[in-house]
């Protein structure tokens, strides 16, 4: 339930909002044990998301680091790779 909470820090190109929704989302779900909440909850798990992207935000913006940022596909290639020899598909 949780593939769209990844690392989202020093990354070249930088987070996205999108990607910080996700994860936010993500988190919400897994805590809550909602995929999507009823009518009663649907307000609070809203807002729960919201400020948890907008907490996640700031904090990624407040990190610092003397490390080069990482490469996208180099990672995505690292975790393909990973996933590969897990699965069996290697």
Not at 43 to 52: K, L, M, T, Y
Request: hydrophobic share 35%; glycine share 2%.
């Amino acid at each position: 339930m949780c593939r769209n909470i990844r690392t989202l820090f020093n990354f070249d190109p930088p987070t996205t909002e999108e990607e910080i929704h996700a994860a936010s989302l993500q988190y919400v779900r897994k805590i809550t044990g909602y995929n999507k909440p009823s009518k009663a909850n649907e307000e609070a798990f809203i807002r729960a998301v919201n400020e948890i992207a907008m907490v996640s935000k700031e904090l990624l913006n407040t990190l610092l680091t003397s490390t080069e940022p990482r490469n996208r596909e180099v990672e995505a290639e690292r975790a393909r790779t990973r996933a590969a020899k897990r699965y069996g598909t290697y």
